[in-house]
């Protein structure tokens, strides 16, 4: 059974761009959540989607967003980007929901902005 | 404010002794909780959890303990093994409308096992 595939690894943009990160959960999950990750604030939950609909929310800028298509593929876009926005951002994926279940993590993109 | 807190940032212990890394939290609606392990350039890998129902969870060399009165929860590491040499995360989760969860992760312990 393949894991959590997040594309791309590795991304560099500059300040005032725009990016998109995507996340493949593994067959069979339909809730994929996303969190980021910075040296200071540990993991920090973005947002978590169900059958195409997003059910949690957490505490980040309206620039963040995210959809999920039918077949339980994720996308997060980031528009805006700021020099903080620097970070490792991880997808999680699970059956029910990652957090009364076990959820299995991607490699993460780490995400540059210059 | 910070619901999950791991307030040691990094452990060290030798090879074969016990690990005990801590966890306290706030939010007493939390009601499941969970350990991740994370390796430098990898996703976080689940360990272990334990339902609030629970005050023990026992698997292989890992255990967790609860005590919810004192919003406290740690995982034991026996015998320590420098493979085990992580960031380990300490994360809860709230119902947060029907069926929902999502997780709130601490900042992470790094521990280092030292042959």
């Known amino acids: 059974k393949a894991g959590v595939t997040q594309t791309p690894r590795y991304l560099i943009k500059t300040r005032g761009q725009q990016v998109t990160l995507s996340c493949s959960p593994i067959s069979g999950h339909r809730s994929v959540s996303w969190y980021q990750q910075t040296p200071g604030q540990g993991l920090q939950f973005l947002f978590e989607?169900?059958?195409?609909?997003?059910?949690n929310k957490g505490n980040f800028p309206g620039r963040f967003s995210g959809r999920q298509f039918s077949n339980s593929r994720s996308e997060m876009n980031v528009s805006t980007l700021e020099l903080g926005d620097s970070a490792l951002y991880l997808c999680?994926?699970?059956?029910?929901?990652?957090?009364?279940?076990?959820?299995?993590f991607g490699q993460g993109t780490r995400l540059t902005v210059v | 404010d910070q619901q999950v807190k791991q307030n040691s940032p990094s452990l060290s212990v030798q090879e074969g002794r016990i690990s005990i890394l801590n966890c306290d939290y706030t939010n007493s609606m939390f009601d499941y909780f969970l350990w991740y392990k994370k390796y430098p350039a990898e996703g976080p890998t689940f360990l272990i959890s334990?339902?609030?129902?629970?005050d023990k969870n026992e698997d292989g060399r890992f255990t967790v303990f609860l005590n919810k009165s004192a919003k406290h929860l740690s995982l034991h590491i026996v015998p320590s093994q420098p493979g085990d040499s992580a960031v380990y995360f300490c994360?809860?989760?709230?119902?947060?409308?029907?069926?929902?969860?999502?997780?709130?992760f601490g900042k992470g312990t790094l521990l280092t096992v030292n042959p």
């Open positions: 994360a809860a989760s709230v119902r947060s409308g029907g069926s929902n969860y999502k997780l709130t």
């Open positions: 334990i339902s609030s129902i629970k």
């Open positions: 989607y169900f059958s195409e609909t997003q059910r």
């Open positions: 999680a994926s699970s059956f029910k929901g990652t957090g009364g279940t076990e959820a299995f």
